[in-house]
Each structure stands twice: as C-alpha cells, then as structure tokens.
C-alpha cells in the first residue's frame, strides 16, 4: 500500500469523512527540502467530517497528526491540511 492510501485510509477509519482528498505533491518540490525520488514527500488533505465541529484548529491539526500516527508523520517531511467540520457544521 501507498503512503498515500495510508493516509486516506487511516483518516477514513478514523473520522468517517464526508469528503477527502490526499494529494501527493511531492512532485511540486523537486529540488528542494524533502523531496526524495519517487515522491510521496509532500502530501495536501483535504477533509471534511462532523468529527471537526467542535474542535479547534490546532485541535483539528493534533487530532489528524494523531491518527496518523509516527511512523507516518516520520516518512512525511511536508503536510498541507485544510480541515473542515462536516455536514453538522
């Protein structure tokens, strides 16, 4: 499995999403910091769930990291996150 199906199955499996999209943009960075060949470097996520509503932003962002997890967030040197409440927002 992918980094990045590790990532959006750990994050559906942890917050059931109403949206969700992880991007590898690792691509983007060549040249730069982090950037390992093959990519999986640089990741941007998108998401949406209920389980956001009544959290913070630096709440939203800890709660993301932590079902991750280390041995993700340690391969990951770079990650984007645009987190929303969901439907019952």
Known sequence: MSLTETIEQRLRDSFAPDTLSVEDESEKHRGHAGYREGGESHFRVHISAPAFASMSRLE??????????????????????????????
């Open 60 to 89: 939203r962002h800890r709660a993301v990291h932590a079902a991750l997890g280390a041995e993700v967030m340690d391969r990951v040197h770079a990650l984007a996150l645009h987190i929303e409440g969901g439907a019952s927002q």
